[in-house]
């Protein structure tokens, strides 16, 4: 368990980013209590998962192909409001722009990204058979795995092994080609020799064009059509740095060996954003928002010293230099809220620091949002000062000015040393027809490289000038040289780039292993209705006896569907048919997503399946809400995760929803105390006394008279308005 | 003009359903006025669309690579509430079930769906530069364009040469073949000859796995991943029929000669539904919702016979025969209301059926939206009954059963003609190590073969039966049938599907042509504040000359930000950013995207800008928002087609903006009624009473007073309540 983690921990970053290129060496991970704890549940999750079609391997009709999933509707529900849930609280509550790039994109933007280039991992072959293939570092790691498995292994060997095994995905084509042999590892299932390692590109490739005339590839990660995109969006931002772009899709890598379910899929939803800065200003506005957010902390130095992670609010980290930068910091506060608010647990998430060696050359600080789950910690979210790399390597490539600029508050005076303009025009008539060539190279000199020029010019009277091969003297005379002093009002700078990068479908991963659970006793299935009685006691054994009581505690905002409604009994559909499509209405009006469930199952079995979709509410039509006295046109409220319930009115129902499931106060607790007398748990009197009010209220249209009382009040403004609202409904004859 | 927009309808075709394999013929599709107003707006349509980054081609820093485009900002924003618009509309209201499958499909799914063998164009290539190639079609239509154009051209070759322009897309590969000899075409930049006809197959394929070990594509259309998950979404349906299954995704074509901007994309965006029914029970519980809909019809046997398109109720379409079926006339009624209500122009949808010849040979009935455009009619949603074709194909392809099942109201008694038991047991006897060979054999006979035999066994005295090459000698003695009654009580069929299969990118471009158009002479640029005065009158001349005021009038549920805040001037930015603050929190918090211009630019101009974005709704915070009395704290409210505005509280705004961008049924007339004292134009005076109501009602705490009287009121029920109420308030101290 220990080493299987360790293994897939380190393979979290192999496939990170292509261009880092810095040999990494990686602390080991240790499996944590609460890892265990994923893991004892992971059986019972993931049969739920398929059984209810959250997600399954994709054309599995077709016998599958490993590393391609399929959303089905409930996990294609809970992806699509994750996602809505990203969008509002990034680019929205960020005021970020989006953008909608392709998926396929052509050789030269992947050539100048590194992904053509350093994209790989190695592979090699069985020699005997060309189709038996092995990723290099993971067949290592398991040769190591079982050589230190062997009986009466010296301590030395050991700690050699375990070595080995820890470098297996840094090593170098070299490294790896030497450490093969010398270890004489052979194919596992032949026992025969292995090719030498080999590059294998992880890019899908696909030609464009009838001929092929562009090689395009599937797009391995959504950041470059940002950056692509970055001068057209600075166009639109009028101009001004810091500003935020946003881009959420699918992204592609053809694994060698895709595992772990959602985990290292080939194809993959990402969220990425990057956030644009002036290189000199890194503090965030809104900073004072997060920095006194308290989170578990893994900084590098704690990792090389082999300390634990610590609680630390990120304003110390800032101020303590442990996070680089303020942006930063308001990035992996912003990101902690957001894995919160999609129902991730507050204590299996942390954030690890990438160690020095491990970071691409040009960042200047990275760090992961780790989240706990059965695996261990899993890197789900990687936040990265970027630097100025990506724009200037696209700059460089396409010739293209990927800058901004800014008004100085100051303006600045910069002493240039160059030739005199008498010179530049003396040397050109002197030169005549190579006068472009000179005068052009010695314009583009450096100070330093003209001064020394100069220099030798002075000491010998005259200096030689190499230029395409040519060479060309100079008098002494000929080259005058002064300073200039030219004062700067703009600032022109190439933005630096912090990078909040979410891998969904890791998140959506943690999401479901920290909500699940299994209920006590399978009480839900056991469960009534508040009133109206469970008519339908036949006990659906079979289901019951097959099926443990799971749990999704999805929260509202990206549970798959808001509510279920569900008719008591089948015997009463013929009546109910009105009701139904009043709450088919209202909830569609409403824009909720909902479920019916006729089946002729019990009441509480009912709930029970409702309960694995992570459905937060219940609507219960009953034999009250159709000929229930003053109880007529209401139904049951249960809420998923106390298994309260409340009567109220069915009409009332879908708005309240509604503010339930969204960012709105309205809580559970505000809902219950408004429909019930009888405190948290609502008794049958106190429920048909609240429904009572209500249709008392009604019969009297109460509220249109206050109305229109309230808009002459308005009107008149007299001094004391209570004094004239209770002389005016006097007035009004009563309804 | 004509023949041009008639060979871009002839396309639309020739990439659809790639199994629809029957020659097509097309009829001529003629420019309507129509279509030429929307290519005149084109050319600013176009400019505007590049210069706020609506779309532009994809990689253009790179030089661009044909069909690729990206969504910058406003138009990806615009993309993403069109498609959450789509699924309120279908997913939610028609309660359907959504996966999300992969991009990335491998070889045995798309042979089986005919893309693999049959997703071709044919291509010709320069015999004397393979860089050179032409789709073959494309090039026989220029060729006989050109043909036409030549002088002295008997009437007889003119109508030869139509003919074969009409029938370009429709060839096989030996057709092409011999017309292009028989015109002797040569290549158009060389004249050297032109390869034969070759099929190019328009998937992008791409390996999957370090070998290739499968074959891999993308998807061309999102259909497929549908039907893959059919079983284990009607699992989730509890077995139940009808349900409808959704998914919105990338599709991928590898067209030779992509144009006409979003209209033909290598990669744009589906939405699909495959609706499931009985094959005899296509009638659909909601039609009474559509029948009254009065559409523009085009029915195959009006363009037979050249008569124009009429309008017609989907109640009388059905009832006629015209429309196959409930179902589908339910989805072309529901697709209607869709195009509606995302922005297109009513009297530019039309519905055109299919001709008989061009219709796949298993669909029943098929039925484009057209959407007249600049382009002319352009097919952008097919809805199509394809019978039970795709369930059947990939069925036998897997061996999967892909069928369901209902309970007769009645069973069923069905006579089978079979061996009897004890002359099976005898046979398998007989024939020993063949036994299962021959009974099998025997039990899966017709019963007409089976009587077949019989007979001969009859006439003879032995039969000889032919299994797997060998040959079975049967006595009649052996040779026992009977006639079973056998009663049914539950029926198992393989579902039909109604599919709509909407062209999200063509639908977008629509939505852009018929929402935009210029301002009378750049009134929005003119434009004052309510009140407030302009004092930005500096004229932002060379913006003001360059640009027109054009102005899309989206609908406010897609529009790409719901509103753009205003501070009227740049000096009073130090002392609004508590008001700006407040309002961008109360406008993240109800999920509004939304844009602050803080340009230099006067009001007017800023407006303008706005419109260009096609923002409906414009806050300006002013200086009596910061310092203006009872108007301290309000802002003005304009509303961008009519260009009106009202004053009202800042705080008011969000909600309000919340609710007339949603299906809320708050308009802006509503809003204009209830903060204006003066009707439609707002005047200061009218404003500034309204604001100051409020002010009155919020400083003597009436509502909180209120609250409490009726909730006293409720619990007391009184007999006569506003009697009652008028002596409660009366009892209270007045606040």
Known sequence: MNSHKKRERERERASERASETTPRQHMPITASEGSAGFAAAKPDLDDLIKRRFFYRQAFEIYGGVGGFYTYGPPGAAVKQNLLALWRKHFVIEENLMEVDDTNIMPHDVLLTSGHVERFNDFIVKDSSDGNKFYRADKLLEEVMDARMAEKGLSSEKLVEYEKVKAQADAYSKEQISAVFKQYGIKAPETGADLTEPEEFNLMFATPIGPTGMVQGYLRPETAQGIFLNFK????????????????????????????????????????????????????????????????????????????????MTLGAAVAAGTVANETLAFFIGRTYLFLVRAGCRPENIRFRQHLPDE???????????????????????????????????????????????????????????????????????????????????????????????????????????????????????????????????VEVFTPNVIEPSFGIDRILTAIYEHTFSLRADDSAASEKPADGGDKKKKADKKEGDKVKAGVLALPAEIAPYKCVVLPLDQRVVAQYGNLLAMARAGLAENGLQYKVDESGASIGRRYARADELGIPYAITIDFDSLDGGSLVGTATLRERDSTQQVRLPLADIPAIIAKLSSSHQLTWEDVLASYSTGGTSSSSAGVAAAGDKLDYLRKHAVAATLNDAVNALAETQPEDPIAWLSAHLASMKSQ
């Not at 772009?245 to 592609?252: L, M, R």
């Not at 261990?376 to 490539?397: K, M, N, P, Y």
Request: hydrophobic share 40%; glycine share 6%; with cysteine.
């Open 232 to 311: 057209f969006c600075l166009e639109q931002n009028a101009g001004v740095v810091p500003f935020g772009i946003a881009q959420v899709g699918k992204a592609f890598r053809n694994e060698i060996a895709p595992r772990s379910g959602l985990i290292r899929q080939r194809e993959f939803t990402q969220a990425e954003i990057e956030f644009f800065v002036h290189p000199e200003k890194k503090a965030h506005p809104k900073f004072g928002d997060i920095s006194g957010l308290e989170l578990l902390l893994f900084a590098s130095d704690q990792q090389l010293a082999a300390q634990p992670a610590t609680r």
């Open 359 to 489: 970071m691409a050359h040009y960042a200047c600080d990275c760090w992961d949002a780790e989240i706990e789950m059965s695996l261990g910690w899993v890197e789900c979210v990687g936040i990265a000062d970027r630097s100025a790399f990506d724009l200037t390597v696209h700059s460089q490539a396409t010739g293209t000015s990927l800058t901004a600029q800014q008004t100085l508050d100051t303006p600045i005076k910069i002493e240039r040393f160059c030739l005199t303009k008498k010179s530049l025009a003396a040397i050109g008539k002197h030169f005549k027809k190579d006068a472009k060539l000179v005068t052009a190279s010695l314009s583009e000199m450096s100070a330093d490289a003209l001064k020394a020029l100069k220099a030798t010019a002075e000491a010998k009277g005259v200096c030689s000038l190499e230029v395409e091969g040519q060479s060309f003297e100079i008098s002494n005379e000929l080259l005058q040289v002064e300073s200039i002093t030219e004062t700067q009002h």
